[in-house]
Every structure is written in structure tokens, then in C-alpha cells.
């Protein structure tokens, strides 16, 4: 299982005050160093935290794989497609939200992301839907062609009791029935270490992709041992 850190936040600091501090491309590097897999940066269409030149040094210098988080907004395609990142995860994207809310309506959105995937696929980029447990939206995600899928866990994490069971059966089911279907399983949204254990039940995830938590803990410990932290929770793993 593999890590990969969203850096987002990272430059939502620097955007509060624009400066020029933190730079993303420095905590890319710091990610590199201590171990992650991967880094992932979602270019908003409202450029509210990374920019475009974040993304263009990143996937310059590569100090890791790099996953492009993107609605399927038009000019987002077009910078995915000239800047060719190693993968992209395709997400719902609204103005107002803090975070990104729940997963992609591939049912409903079919015909809108039929010609992105064949399109970023054919490019050589890998391409990730980011959706929620429920079968119907995974066996779509099948059918496109999507490689990858990303389980929505924020509706786990932000649960407890009965409740956060009853999500993580829908996470191990909708996992094992990805894995059914040849799809990879990477997870993200909401992960922390607190609610990591239950995380590592859900079978055959390949990648792990966590920002917010590392970020907002490495304010107190720094980057390096955020990151060291969360890679000797994921070695809790069963095998």
C-alpha cells in the first residue's frame, strides 16, 4: 500500500497572506525525502489554493509520481493533457464547498466523462474516479475504462458507532467488488490516524491519499515526521 500527500493546504497558507511562502514545490520535495509515493495537487477552477505553476514545477522536477486532482472542467483537461501528469482523479467540484463533498455521479455523468477518459487515457495518463461505495457507481466506473478508482472515505471518517460500521462495510464491499471487476482501489478523504485502523480493513487498496491530516499535524511535528507517522500506520496493515 502506498501513500500518496496531498499538498493542497500547503499552499492555502500562502494564498491567505499571498506571499510567496509555503511553496508547494518545496513541500513536494519534502514528501520525496521522507518517504510518500506519490503527491497530489487539485487544480481548482477557482485557483484556490494550488496554482497552475505549482503544477507545472511539480510535474517538471517529478520529485514523486504526480496525481492531478480535476473536475472535468474543459480548460482543466487541456492543462492535463499538455502537462501530462503520471495520473489524474476526476472529482466533483462545486465553488462553495470547503472540501470536496461526496463522490462523482458516474452514472449520472456518463456521457460527460466517457470522452475525458478515452481522451485522458489515450494520452498515457492514468485516470482515478473519485466515488462513493455504492455498486452502481463502480460498475460504471468499469465500464468507462477507468484503470483506477479512489473510495470516498470522508462519510467513514466523519462517522462513529454503528454508523461508521455500517460505511466500512460499504467500503470493504464496494473494494472487493472493484477487485472483481479488475479495478485498482487507491482511498481518500477524511483519513487521520485516528481512523486509519479501520481504513486498513478495506482490501486490496493500493494507494492511500491523505492532505489535510499531515498538513495540519505537521504544524506541530513538521513535515517529514507527519509523513514518518502515517507510513508506520499504514505498516499496521494486515498482509
Same mark, same amino acid.
Given at each position: 500500500?502506498?501513500?500518496?500527500? =496531498?499538498?493542497?493546504?500547503?499552499?492555502?497558507?500562502?494564498? %491567505?497572506? $499571498?506571499?510567496?511562502?509555503?511553496?508547494?514545490?518545496? !513541500? &513536494?520535495?519534502?514528501? /520525496?525525502?521522507?518517504?510518500?509515493? #506519490?503527491?497530489?495537487?487539485?487544480?481548482?477552477?477557482?485557483?484556490?489554493?494550488?496554482?497552475?505553476?505549482?503544477?507545472?514545477?511539480?510535474?517538471?522536477?517529478?520529485?514523486?509520481?504526480?496525481?492531478?486532482?480535476?473536475? =472535468?472542467?474543459?480548460?482543466?483537461? !487541456?492543462?492535463?493533457?499538455? +502537462?501530462?501528469?503520471?495520473?489524474?482523479?476526476?472529482?466533483?467540484?462545486?465553488?462553495?464547498?470547503?472540501?470536496?463533498?461526496?463522490?462523482?455521479?458516474?452514472?449520472?455523468?456518463?456521457?460527460?466523462?466517457?470522452?475525458?477518459?478515452?481522451?485522458?487515457?489515450? /494520452?498515457?495518463?492514468?485516470?482515478?474516479?473519485?466515488?462513493?461505495?455504492?455498486?452502481?457507481?463502480?460498475?460504471?466506473? !468499469?465500464?468507462? #475504462?477507468?484503470?483506477?478508482?479512489? +473510495?470516498?472515505?470522508?462519510?467513514?471518517?466523519? @462517522?462513529?458507532?454503528?454508523? !461508521?460500521?455500517?460505511?466500512?462495510?460499504?467500503?470493504?464491499?464496494? %473494494?472487493? +467488488? @472493484?477487485?472483481?471487476?479488475?479495478?485498482?482501489?487507491?482511498?481518500?478523504?477524511?483519513?487521520?490516524?485516528? =481512523?486509519?485502523?479501520?481504513?486498513?480493513?478495506?482490501?486490496?487498496?493500493?494507494?492511500? =491519499?491523505?492532505?489535510?491530516?499531515?498538513?495540519?499535524?505537521?504544524?506541530?511535528? &513538521?513535515?517529514?515526521?507527519?509523513?514518518?507517522?502515517?507510513?508506520? $500506520?499504514? /505498516?499496521?496493515?494486515?498482509?
Amino acid at each position: 500500500m502506498k501513500l500518496g500527500v =496531498n499538498i493542497d493546504h500547503v499552499a492555502t497558507l500562502r494564498q %491567505a497572506r $499571498g506571499t510567496v511562502y509555503p511553496d508547494p514545490f518545496d !513541500a &513536494g520535495r519534502v514528501c /520525496a525525502e521522507a518517504g510518500a509515493h #506519490g503527491i497530489t495537487v487539485h487544480l481548482r477552477e477557482d485557483r484556490r489554493h494550488i496554482q497552475d505553476r505549482d503544477v507545472e514545477r511539480l510535474i517538471a522536477a517529478r520529485p514523486l509520481p504526480i496525481n492531478l486532482e480535476m473536475a =472535468n472542467a474543459a480548460e482543466i483537461v !487541456a492543462i492535463a493533457l499538455r +502537462l501530462r501528469p503520471e495520473e489524474v482523479c476526476l472529482v466533483p467540484e462545486r465553488r462553495q464547498e470547503l472540501t470536496t463533498e461526496g463522490g462523482l455521479d458516474v452514472v449520472g455523468q456518463e456521457g460527460a466523462l466517457r470522452p475525458t477518459v478515452a481522451v485522458l487515457r489515450d /494520452a498515457g495518463i492514468a485516470v482515478s474516479l473519485f466515488i462513493a461505495p455504492e455498486p452502481r457507481q463502480i460498475e460504471k466506473a !468499469a465500464a468507462l #475504462g477507468a484503470p483506477f478508482i479512489e +473510495l470516498h472515505t470522508g462519510t467513514f471518517c466523519d @462517522a462513529s458507532g454503528a454508523a !461508521a460500521e455500517e460505511e466500512l462495510r460499504r467500503l470493504i464491499e464496494g %473494494a472487493q +467488488l @472493484a477487485h472483481r471487476l479488475g479495478l485498482k482501489v487507491n482511498a481518500g478523504h477524511g483519513i487521520n490516524l485516528d =481512523n486509519l485502523p479501520g481504513i486498513l480493513r478495506i482490501p486490496h487498496l493500493d494507494t492511500l =491519499n491523505i492532505g489535510h491530516s499531515i498538513i495540519a499535524r505537521s504544524v506541530f511535528v &513538521g513535515l517529514r515526521e507527519a509523513i514518518a507517522e502515517m507510513l508506520r $500506520g499504514m /505498516a499496521q496493515a494486515p498482509s
